[in-house]
């Protein structure tokens, strides 16, 4: 294809912002500099204001005067989805796409990311943190939320893309539009609703590994777009099972069929974690009149750990022999680690004098909690088959 041809191709980037008066201009400046020089293609940027109450419009604006190819758009309501509903919806562009304010992911995956789909090879397009190409740096907190929340997509929800929240996105406009009027949510969850309804139609998703260094100064509240995401899951999840989404559901669930070797894995890992509870209890009552509670909560917790993970290897997911005993008790550690939070966290928020039977029933309920993730883990990473044969 020639220049000028590839120059009549137009991507659109939005940029949904709210009150961004610190990093918009420099921001925007950036990506318009970096677009002009190295993108072969023709774009625009569209700044989405979502009802910010700072200078962010007014910034916006200004940029939109003194830079070409930039507009700006504002909405009086707030949410990212909303946002980007607004400005896809009523694109002329041929691919449609957004990123962060922030600029985390290094600029350079761009061209990658919509190349395929201007080819028509791809319908959607995203960039991923979470492939072994892909180079992050951010803190043990997030890099804990993202890759327990795209498990609980993966195991749970059946999807096959790996990151869902990461801020760099593309998608065929024509497919963007055929697709919006499913998707309900307007904030946070919109992305990943978008993708498990492309999923869901058969439509290629495809994925580029990203460069990506985390934004220490980001005001997103972490727990509560977690818990969003959680609550948009279980809608899209009854929607989907009730036909009332309006697309295909795989055969598999509508049969109500578990997944391959879970309806024999299932009982044996509740056996194990029976057995496990009793032996934590036991340990936990044994040890706490001689230390604190918070001690004989892990000291118990790590030890029946060991004793799990082993027992899980040997009965549960059918992996004897020595070979990757060692690392298998080192990933199973992460699980435990979910377990002595949770259990901790309990533990930290009992009254100082509470009664001995009200503190075991609270450190069961947290263990409960704890033992779906810990089967997650085992079953899709730790001994996950075909991450064993591929090594």
């Given amino acids: 294809m020639d220049?000028?041809?590839?120059?009549?191709?137009?991507?659109?980037?939005?940029?949904?912002?709210?009150?961004?008066q610190r990093a918009l201009r420099a921001s925007v400046t950036r990506l318009h500099g970096y677009l002009t020089r190295n993108f072969p293609y023709g774009f625009?940027?569209?700044?989405?204001?979502n009802a910010s109450t700072d200078d962010t419009w007014q910034i916006a604006t200004e940029l939109a005067e003194e830079l070409p190819h930039v507009r700006?758009?504002?909405?009086?309501?707030k949410g990212r989805g909303r946002a980007l509903r607004r400005v896809w919806s009523r694109s002329e562009a041929d691919v449609v796409s957004y990123m962060d304010v922030d600029l985390s992911t290094d600029l350079d995956a761009f061209l990658p990311l919509v190349a395929p789909l201007l080819s028509g090879h791809s319908d959607l397009?995203?960039?991923?943190?979470?492939?072994?190409?892909?180079?992050?740096?951010?803190?043990?907190?997030?890099?804990?939320?993202?890759?327990?929340?795209?498990?609980?997509?993966?195991?749970?929800?059946?999807?096959?893309?790996?990151?869902?929240?990461?801020?760099?996105?593309?998608?065929?406009t024509e497919v963007a539009q055929a697709l919006l009027p499913g998707v309900e949510d307007e904030q946070w969850f919109f992305d990943t609703e978008l993708l498990l309804l492309a999923e869901r139609y058969g439509l290629r998703i495809h994925e580029v590994p990203v460069d990506w260094v985390d934004d220490p100064d980001s005001r997103v509240d972490i727990v509560r777009t977690a818990l969003d995401d959680l609550r948009g899951m279980v809608?899209?999840?009854?929607?989907?099972?009730?036909?009332?989404?309006?697309?295909?559901?795989?055969?598999?669930?509508?049969?109500?069929?578990l997944p391959r070797g879970m309806a024999r894995q299932l009982p044996r890992f509740a056996v194990v974690g029976v057995a496990s509870t009793l032996a934590y209890l036991a340990l936990y009552s044994l040890l706490r009149p001689v230390i604190p509670p918070l001690a004989a909560n892990a000291l118990a917790l790590l030890v029946t750990a060991v004793a799990n993970t082993a027992a899980n290897r040997r009965f549960t997911f059918g992996v004897t022999g020595s070979d990757g005993a060692l690392r298998h008790q080192f990933e199973g550690?992460?699980?435990?680690?979910?377990?002595?939070?949770?259990?901790?966290g309990t533990l930290a928020l009992l009254p100082a004098q509470v009664p001995h039977g009200v503190e075991l029933a609270a450190v069961?309920?947290?263990?409960?909690?704890?033992?779906?993730?810990?089967?997650?883990?085992?079953?899709?990473?730790?001994?996950n088959p075909r991450r064993r044969t591929a090594r």
């Fill in 364 to 383: 069961i309920a947290a263990n409960a909690a704890a033992t779906l993730v810990r089967f997650l883990l085992l079953r899709v990473w730790v001994f």
């Fill in 125 to 172: 397009a995203i960039g991923t943190r979470l492939s072994r190409a892909a180079r992050v740096e951010r803190g043990p907190k997030r890099e804990f939320i993202s890759r327990s929340y795209n498990l609980l997509l993966r195991s749970l929800m059946g999807a096959g893309f790996s990151d869902a929240q990461c801020g760099f996105k593309a998608v065929r």
């Fill in 3 to 20: 220049t000028t041809a590839m120059r009549t191709r137009l991507v659109e980037v939005v940029v949904p912002v709210y009150d961004e």
């Fill in 235 to 257: 809608r899209v999840a009854r929607k989907t099972l009730s036909g009332a989404a309006g697309i295909p559901v795989p055969p598999r669930i509508q049969r109500a069929e």
């Fill in 333 to 344: 550690l992460i699980a435990f680690l979910v377990g002595l939070a949770l259990t901790s």
């Fill in 72 to 77: 700006a758009v504002h909405l009086d309501e």
């Fill in 44 to 49: 625009r940027i569209t700044i989405a204001d």
